[in-house]
Every structure is written in C-alpha cells, then in structure tokens.
C-alpha cells in the first residue's frame, strides 16, 4: 500500500540556514531572553575582572619586574624565578605542608558531609530535621576572622576553656598555638566544623532526587534501612561523590590562606607555611613581585594538571567525569 502522505523536508535540509536566516534567529533570541542574559552580566563581568584580566600579569613570571619600567619593558629572565625557587631551601617544606594539609582534609573533611547527609536523611521529624539542618549551615556564614578568634580564644593557654577542662581532669595545660605538632589538627578540625553542614547541600539534594520507588522495591526485597542506605541511597548519590572528589583532588596544591595568616606564628612555620603565604610574604610584603608571581604560577598549572589527570582516572574507572 503506497502513502501519499507528503514527504517530509530531511535534516539536512531543514538545519541548512543562510546567514541572514541565522542572524535574524539569533536576533530574536537575544530580544526574547534580554533580561535573562542582563541578570547574567554581574557574573560575566565579575570572572572578567577578577580572574581574565589579571591573568596578564602572569608575564612578570617569566621577567624581572620593576614597577617604574612595566610589565613589558622589564628584563626578562626566562624561567629563573622557577629554578631560585626549587633551589631554594623552602620549596619542599611548602609542597609537603600543602599537600599534607589537603590530604588530611580529604582523609576527614571529605567523607563527613556524606555521613552527615545520610544520617539526615534517616531523621523521620522534618521539624526536627529542618532544625538540624539550620544549625550545621550557621558556621559556614561565620567570617573566618571569627572563627580563628573563636579558636584562639578557645585554646588560649590561660584562660581557655580548653585548657581549664585539661586542668579540671588534672592534665598538664598545652599551647596548642605554639606547638607545631597541633596545627593541622586545629586547621583541618575547625575547616570540618565550619563546613560539613553547608557542603551536605549536595548530597542532600542528589538524595532527595532518588526514585522512592527503588525505596519500595527495595523493602519489598526485605532490605531494612541499613541496607537501603547502602544499595539505594549510596548508588544513588555515587556520580555526585566521584564529581567533588575530582574537585577537591584538583585543589591538592591550594590551600586558602587568610585562616593560615591568622593562626600561625614564627614557632609553627615548619607545619604551618604552605605556597599561597610564602606567595605573600614574598610578593607583598618582600615586594618580590616576578618571583611570587612564579611560585604562583607553577602552583596554578600543577592544580590544572591534578584535576586534568583525576578526571581521566575517573571516567576510566568509574565512567564519571567532569567532562
């Protein structure tokens, strides 16, 4: 039986446009979504200003940097910077600080915001939940000057609350500020307290995303809570661990600075000194501008790398990556 229903335009004629075709397409989306994209333009301008721009000044990595003579007039060195560096006495010390911090971070900081989730996620009393919830997000909005006088106060040596429990249980007092072998610990502890609530948000979410009906397949299988946790609620979010995890393994060699600046001191700087200080003792405060702007540099293009080679790990392993 022949169809004389008439033929349809193929593809490849259909998607086939003339410039003026596309032009005037692109004109009537841009009045279409004008206020959508002017709602955008804050954030545009922002990543232009602040990480585009000043990506020029990565030229004084490679020149000896005079303010009066510029960027482009100064002498240029090549990679000397890099190599005083690595010559230096203090470049292993940074890298070992750096990469101990963020490895203790991801040994202890990383799994908690997933246990948290879960563990809200069991609480039944949304009142009761939604309190819970409120109160681990409430550090997060702490100013870190806060949190590290909050610390210092804490675990000052004389009147610390601290310290007056060790003295209540007959313990020796301990300067925990003064004692290099303590400021990981302090770093790593308060980041967890000051994070693990607003980082669960996440995982919250990829939770609340599951099919309630694998729930229901899954206790009709005779499976109680602990085993839905573990065969429906940890596959369920196991894309959205493997995405941050990449994340947070491409920032092995950063570490944020302002709570390091606030917390150390001349006695723990064999612990405590990692790459981004250094950069800022060196480059403004020393006014070595080429050669913090190198160590800077060589940190940002070994992060790069790091999460460039953790994404292909893991789309190899697990067939989950960022791209």
Known sequence: MMNNSPSMPSPAKSERLTPETRSSRYRKLLARD???LLMTLPVILYFLIFHYVPMYGMIMAFNNFSPTRGIWNSEWVGLRWFEEFFNSIYAFRLIKNVLLLNLYNVLWG??????????????????FKRFIQS???MPHFIS????VGMTVTFLSPNSGIVNAGLEWLGMEKINFLSEGSWFRTIYIGTDIWAGFGYNSILYLAAIAAIDP?????AK???????KQMLHVTLPGIASTI??????????MMSVGFEKIILLYNPATYGVSDVISTYVYRIGLVGGEYSF?????????VINCILIVTFNRLSRKWTSISLW
């Open 34 to 36: 004008k206020y959508l």
């Open 110 to 127: 990383f799994p908690i915001p997933i246990i948290f989730a879960l563990l809200l996620n069991e609480v039944r009393r949304q009142v």
């Open 135 to 137: 109160v681990s997000y």
């Open 144 to 147: 870190v000057v806060v949190i």
């Open 213 to 217: 009906q694998l729930y229901e397949a």
């Open 220 to 226: 009709i299988d005779g499976a109680d809570r602990w």
């Open 242 to 251: 493997v995405i941050l995890l990449i994340l947070q393994l491409g920032r």
């Open 292 to 300: 913090a702007t190198a160590v800077d540099l060589l940190n940002a």
